[in-house]
């Protein structure tokens, strides 16, 4: 008896949906390109969810995010990858781009905190000041407000990735 496509030692794995690659100074060149970016993968990967439509919105919303997060770092070589990939009601998201090494240990450190027991109160204090969202900020409210699971993978000496898994069907409405 063979093993399934989807089976993997008896494990469900994640099955590719979409994926992308841009030149990271194309895709900054333009604010813009990261809700229009964001739009489009939701409405593509949204199609056969009980609740397409508000399955769109959240996924849209909290890509938008990431790719705002990405689109922060402002580095004018190398390029974007993006991977959105399934297993059941998760959406795992893969964004590759390029990162320093002071970059590298501030997504460690992030990543680190969005698996503490404390990391809702952390995302409250930090919302409740007059400054504008950081990044750890965004990244800490996918983890309280969307219930994501953030990981991090090596891709390279000046490459990171940053893998966001999401379950938005078993979100409450």
């Not at 030149?23 to 939701?42: E, P």
């Not at 998201?93 to 109160?121: G, K, M």
Request: charged fraction near 20%.
């Amino acid at each position: 008896m063979g093993v399934s496509a989807k089976q993997v030692a008896g494990k469900a794995i994640f099955e590719p949906v979409i994926q992308f690659d841009m030149d990271i100074k194309a895709f900054l060149s333009a604010w813009f390109h990261c809700d229009h970016i964001a739009t489009y993968l939701a409405r593509m990967i949204s199609h056969n969810r009980s609740d397409s439509v508000r399955h769109s919105n959240l996924f849209s919303s909290a890509f938008n995010e990431l790719l705002e997060v990405t689109f922060r770092t402002r580095h004018s070589g190398g390029d974007l990858a993006c991977k959105v990939s399934r297993k059941g009601a998760t959406d795992r998201i893969e964004l590759t781009f390029p990162c320093t090494q002071d970059e590298r240990q501030f997504y460690e450190n992030v990543v680190s905190h969005a698996a503490d027991p404390d990391t809702q109160e952390r995302y409250l204090s930090s919302v409740s000041g007059d400054v504008a969202p950081s990044r750890e900020v965004v990244l800490l409210e996918l983890a309280v407000n969307y219930n994501a699971t953030l990981q991090l993978g090596q891709a390279g000496a000046d490459m990171i990735t940053l893998l966001v898994d999401l379950s938005l069907e078993e979100m409450p409405h």
